[in-house]
Each structure stands twice: as C-alpha cells, then as structure tokens.
C-alpha cells in the first residue's frame, strides 16, 4: 500500500476550514478495490475517485487526493491532515462519536467469509480482518479468534498461506478476489450485514463541508448518476438507490 504522501503545497494548507478556501483534500486507502485503488499507470482510481471527483465538480470545489494508511485514517482527518475521507468507510455508531458523515453513497452491504474451503471453522477457528473496520469488531464479538491486518491484501495472503482459516470483509471486495482466484478460494457461512452504508466521513466542526457534500449526493441520487457508478463498479446485481 502507498504510505501518506502530501505535497509541500497540500502541507501548506494547514488545517484551517477547506470549504473557505473551496480546496478540499480527500483521504482515501488507495488499496481496497473497486472502491479505491491504484491502477496500472500509478494513478488513483476506482469507484470512490470517480465518485469524489463528480461530487467536487457539482460542489464547485477543488480537490486533491491524499493516499494514508488505514488504521491511520482518522487520526489524519481529525489532525487537519485532509478534510474529508472516501475511504470504503461504513457508517458506524462507533465512529460517529468521533467523526461526522454524509449521507451514504452505498447502501448497506453484506460482509462475508471467504475461506479454501466451504466447510472452514467459521466459529471457533482463525479470522483474518483488516484491522480498525466494523468486521473486526464483529469477529471480536464471537467465539473466533481474531487475526488483524494492516491492509486488506495481507488478509487475503493469510488464508492461501494457512495462518488463517478465513478472511472476514465487504463482500464487495472480496468477489473479484474469489472470481480470479481459480477456483483456489471459496465463499463459507452466511453473509453478515454490518453498518448503515458507506459514507464521506468529515471532522465533527465542518458542518458546513458536510452539508455541500450531502447535498451533491443526493443530487446523485435524484438524476441516478449515482446508480450508474455502482453498476460500473459494483456489477449490475449490487444494491442500488
């Protein structure tokens, strides 16, 4: 994954209140495909990119990309590091007593297991999750044994290897990584419905930020451009508006 990088100019915006300078700088992983990755020529991309950089458009603001960690993410955010997160975050009461949100541009979606074989131990063997997510709380909440991960590929890699008996994430996510797998790994169990839907995740202080954002979603939503990217990404079965 892309450690934090912020240019001498980002830097210097400090962290007084984007939306009076109209530059907002958007936090994201750049490692958890479709919603946001980075592509072949070494650009961001995904669902998230194309979906921020619409919704800056209609707010009239300028934006810029910053790539963090993870586990680092919300920290960045509350340290002024940049303004708003597009990060695959679901809306969780837990967050929500630290962070603000939009509105959801996903709705709810099914976590699910993904193991090399249908009959894995789901109850009381070892989960491998990202850490800091709603699907490791869930796990730490049963009988399983939870295996944290800095990013999303290293908990893949601990299933093929062994040291898990399966990963625990957005179902999303982990459909193309069964899909190109050969045949190798498998869904198990049911899927889980976790969270109230991903949303922009803003410091608790910029109302302002969060209501422009809200409102450019849900002119998505109204004329459907919004659909229209999940489609894109998601596939043409994947819960829409």
Known sequence: MKKLMLSAAILALG???????????????????????????????????????????????????????WDSIIPNLTAGNFDAIMAGMSITPERQQVITFTQNYTPPASSAYVALSEDADLEGGVIAVQVSTQQA??????????????????????????????????????????????????????????????????????TELRDTFDAAIGSMKEDGSLNALITKWFGPDSPTY
Do not use: H, K
């Open 15 to 69: 962290t007084g209140t984007a939306f009076a300078q109209n530059v907002v700088r958007l936090g994201t992983e750049g490692a958890y495909p479709p919603y946001n990755f980075i592509n072949d020529n070494n650009q961001l991309d995904g669902f998230e990119r194309e979906l921020g950089d619409e919704l800056c458009a209609r707010a009239e603001l300028t934006c810029e990309w910053v790539i963090t960690d």
């Open 137 to 206: 709380g869930y796990i730490a909440s049963t009988g399983a044994t939870l295996l944290e991960f800095a990013t999303p590929d290293e908990t893949i890699a601990a299933v093929r290897n062994g040291e898990a008996d399966a990963v625990f994430a957005d179902r999303d996510f982990l459909v193309p990584i069964v899909n190109e797998s050969g045949g190798q790994l498998m869904f198990a169990g049911e899927d889980i419905q976790l969270g109230d839907g991903v949303g922009m995740g803003l410091r608790q202080t910029d």
